[in-house]
């Protein structure tokens, strides 16, 4: 596969996506529930994965797609090419806020992320990674961020751990400076490669959630781990730390307790 002309490809087709996306928010959502009243699904996040579903295997006979409404295929191991697809990242915020929601998507080969997108869909901002050859916003390649410690930044965190988190963690938590928390793998994601943040924990990710962020990750010489220190696992839920190399290392210590 060549990847850049994937990635022309597939760019030019999320921005019109997006855009199309912009002109139909005014219409009415249909909203359906999922496993509980939070967790919901509406047309626009069914109509988005089954668009760009029907793009990829179309455009570059994609096998395996590993997504969040189910329109993907059963994928069972990493071997070859496998894409991961996020329609709408944080429905909660694109429901109630008409923003700070994003689409995101990813290629992997046998285990290595070869691009990763995280489209800020309001905003007209597609981020994305390619494998050596950088990040970028729009065309801007993105320079890695300082590697401040933990004590030097903000921490971002998704309201379901701070709500149980340990002594431990709120310890060190508090040594930050400060705690802040949006709702979305998108925006979370963000604030750590544009720099704003230095570490975000979650208890609770899906592969869609994070596949693209670990792309930028080997660009921008950011870490993402299991809070275990295992590498992510493409094919499961993980608890993870995304953060600058410096403040990884005592989260991950203190992540442990949660
Ligand atoms: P979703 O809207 O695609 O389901 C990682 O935190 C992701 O988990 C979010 O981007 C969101 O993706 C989902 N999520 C579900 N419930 C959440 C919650 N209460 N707080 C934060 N994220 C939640
Ligand atoms: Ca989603």
């Known amino acids: 596969m060549d990847l850049l002309r994937t990635h022309l490809l597939l760019s030019s087709h999320l921005l019109k996506l997006g855009h199309d996306l912009r002109q139909a928010l005014p219409s009415k959502l249909q909203i359906e529930t999922k496993q509980n009243r939070l967790d919901l699904v509406t047309n626009i996040d069914k109509t988005v994965e089954q668009n760009l579903v029907a793009y990829l295997q179309k455009h ?26 996020d329609p709408i990242d944080g429905t909660m915020n694109f429901i109630t806020q008409k923003n700070s929601f994003g689409i995101l998507v990813s290629l992997y080969k046998d285990g290595c992320g070869l691009l990763g997108y995280i489209y800020e869909v309001m905003t007209d ?23 401040l410690a933990l ?3 903000l921490l971002i965190s998704d309201e379901r751990l701070i ?3 340990s002594p431990a963690f709120l310890k060190v938590a508090e040594e930050t400076l400060g705690i802040r928390s949006y709702g979305s793998a998108t925006c979370e994601t963000l604030s750590i490669i544009k720099g704003e943040a230095v570490a975000y924990l979650n208890c609770s990710t899906q592969p869609w959630d994070i596949a693209p ?21 493409l094919l499961g839920e993980n608890k993870i730390i995304f953060a600058t190399p410096k403040a990884h290392t005592p989260l991950q210590e203190v992540a442990l307790y949660l």
């Open 60 to 85: 570059f006979a994609a096998e395996k797609i590993i997504s969040e409404e189910g329109y993907g295929t059963t994928v069972e191991d990493l071997s070859g090419y496998v894409w991961t697809i």
């Open 151 to 153: 004590t030097k930044g």
């Open 163 to 165: 709500k149980k988190a």
């Open 213 to 233: 962020a670990l792309v930028f990750a080997a660009e921008l010489d950011l870490v993402c781990t299991q809070m275990s220190g295992q590498a992510f696992n």
């Open 125 to 147: 901002r597609l981020y994305y990674a390619i494998h050596n050859y950088g990040a970028y916003c729009n065309g801007h390649q993105l320079q890695a961020p300082a590697n």
